[in-house]
């Protein structure tokens, strides 16, 4: 998929902003994301092109970086923190409870799209544990209700 | 030393809800200390300043500062400053509070630095995952802009200094410095082999230094006070205020804001309410993020610095403190751990990328109760083994651990060998 004007625009002013091209690869990969919601392999090669560099150099960096996905996500991305701080703060019973909620296992996505769940790595909120990160959003001090009240606004 | 009665110094705006605005920042004296560099020091002077403050690196090593800044060249060829904003190690929240409640603490610090090693275009690398702090130091640095602090001629000093967030993509290995200027140039963020060291090749093979957050938020503090006052805060080769971040089975967990040397129980039971329940009591505490050695509870009469915790066999890193109530299995946590840094492996060392995967399924076969006896050497060896001999520093940051933790929690791991299951008693968590 070829981005849109609008994105390209941002990909032209986030090259400009660097003293070498080259650093704005990751800026790019994310401006793609986040508008698509993952890099497809057609894009990586759009961002090849774009960047001058080999396609296997651009694969290297999305499979390198957690954050770049290469299949779509749901529309509300759950990334439930498995750390140790949350660990012993009860981050696996939140994840069940996610589990059993939504009808899925972690690295799936809901069959209508609305979920997907993922577990990930320390997000550096281990005061505020058990949480996660919704799409860009940090949802701390987690328990079922907050989880039932929070998952009936998402639609 | 009790720390009771300590006012905030980092901290001292965070309470304010209007705290990452640039007129609140004003209020409390804010820039005061980027204008008295600009216009009454030379570089070197600040550079002087900080090297006489003591001030020590508080990303995890502890690496004076001010020496760190006198190993950058002179005179006026491009050079960088890069702030590490990838905070990522375990047990560590510090750095984020910072850039979220006072945006314009950390900016002044850093255009400081910037002044001071004669950089004229700085980078901050954000955490990929810290949207919401990017988007409150970006609006901080527009406010700057729009008050002449960034930019061409700044406060009408003749100082240019042009700054750039850059954002990361989820990679706790972009942390150490290196990894940090790879990535920084658009690539996989693989440690580069030390010497060169950054000072002298660094970003775009330019001298470079890369500076934690919270060490530059000490930064307007010293320039502002003057080093002897700053130096007078805390111990001796230990000195200045520090951020706690505690987590894990205490009343209240958060950050904590004391001189360095507090003592560890006291930051514990007076400040962060003690124990989660009454009926659990202290097993354990990892006193500077998962990276370090851990502390059990009979060893945890220690204070929060440097050199002391380094004396107790354990450092005091990003100040992390995770603590373990008698709920928690050592097989478990140090599992959970293992499955960290086997993730967070670049790959490039095969001590390091192999050894984690190991570490994995050797700890995976204990929690089951189907390991053996030479399971524990097992673990050890593979720590000799991995410490030492990789590019950069993660494979000792797992190898220390587990020494410690098999060493200090041995007749737990023989526990799951002999009966096949754990010593601890779990408790429900309530979710």
């Not at chain 2, 255009?111 to 990929?128: D, N, W």
């Amino acid at each position: 998929m070829i981005p849109s004007r609008e994105t390209q625009e941002k990909i032209d002013a986030a090259v400009r902003e660097y003293p070498h091209a080259r650093s704005a690869l990751l800026a790019v990969l994310h401006l793609i994301q986040s508008e698509r919601g993952y890099i497809a392999p057609e894009d990586q090669a759009w961002a090849a092109t774009r960047m001058g560099l080999p396609p296997a150099e651009v694969a290297g960096v999305v499979s390198f970086y957690t954050l770049f996905r290469t299949k779509p996500p749901g529309r509300h991305h759950l990334q439930v923190c498995r750390t140790l701080s949350c660990q012993i703060r009860g981050c696996r019973e939140l994840l069940s409870y996610l589990e059993e909620k939504l009808g899925i296992k972690q690295g799936q996505v809901t069959t209508d799209g609305r979920f997907s769940l993922v577990t990930v790595e320390c997000l550096g909120s281990c005061g505020t544990a058990p949480m996660m990160q919704v799409n860009d959003d940090y949802h701390e001090n987690l328990t079922r209700e907050r989880l039932d009240v929070l998952l009936d606004s998402m639609k | 030393m009790s720390a009771n009665g300590y006012q905030p110094l980092l901290l001292k705006n965070a309470h304010r809800p209007d705290s990452a605005t640039l007129a609140a920042y004003r209020e409390s004296g804010g820039y005061r200390a980027l204008e008295r560099a600009l216009k009454e020091m030379t570089p070197e002077q600040v550079v002087e300043e900080v090297k006489a403050s003591g001030l020590r690196g508080r990303g995890g090593a502890g690496f004076p500062t001010g020496m760190k800044w006198s190993f950058m060249p002179k005179g006026s060829g491009e050079k960088y400053l890069v702030l590490n904003a990838d905070e990522s190690e375990p047990g560590t929240f510090k750095d984020r509070l910072l850039m979220e409640e006072d945006p314009h603490l950390v900016l002044e610090g850093f255009l400081i630095g910037c002044y001071a090693v004669g950089c004229r275009h700085g980078f901050i690398y954000m955490r990929g995952e810290f949207v919401r702090p990017t988007r409150i130091l970006l609006k901080a640095v527009e406010e700057a802009r729009a008050a002449g602090m960034v930019g061409k001629n700044i406060l009408g000093t003749g100082f240019d200094c042009e700054i750039t967030l850059y954002r990361g993509a989820g990679a706790y290995i972009c942390g150490e410095e290196t990894a940090l200027l790879e990535s920084l140039e658009g690539k996989r963020g693989m440690p580069r082999l030390k010497p060169p060291f950054p000072a002298q090749v660094g970003l775009y093979g330019k001298p470079t230094s890369v500076n934690n957050v919270e060490t530059i938020a000490n930064i307007p503090l010293i320039v502002e006070m003057g080093p002897s006052w700053y130096a007078n805060l805390g111990r001796p080769k230990n000195t200045g205020p520090k951020l706690y971040c505690v987590s894990g089975h205490v009343r209240r967990p958060g950050v904590y804001e004391f001189p360095l040397g507090i003592p560890l129980k006291e930051l514990l039971f007076e400040h962060a309410g003690g124990m989660l329940r009454e009926d659990r009591p202290l097993k354990a505490v990892i006193p500077g993020g998962s990276s370090v050695p851990i502390l059990p509870a009979a060893q945890c009469d220690v204070l929060m610095d440097f050199d002391s915790l380094a004396a107790a066999g354990t450092m005091l890193g990003s100040a992390g403190v995770i603590v373990m109530d008698d709920s928690v299995c050592i097989v478990e946590a140090l599992l959970n751990l293992a499955r960290f840094y086997a993730h967070e492996s670049c790959g490039q060392c095969t001590p390091c990328r192999e050894g984690t995967g190991w570490y994995v399924q050797i700890l995976e076969r204990l929690e089951r109760g189907e390991g053996n006896s030479s399971d524990l050497d097992l673990l050890l060896d593979l720590s000799d083994r991995i410490q030492g001999n990789t590019i950069c520093p993660l494979g000792d940051a797992v190898a220390m651990p587990v020494r410690s933790y098999v060493t200090a929690f041995r007749d737990e791991f023989q526990h799951h060998v002999t009966h096949k299951k754990c010593l601890a008693k779990p408790a429900p968590v309530p979710v």
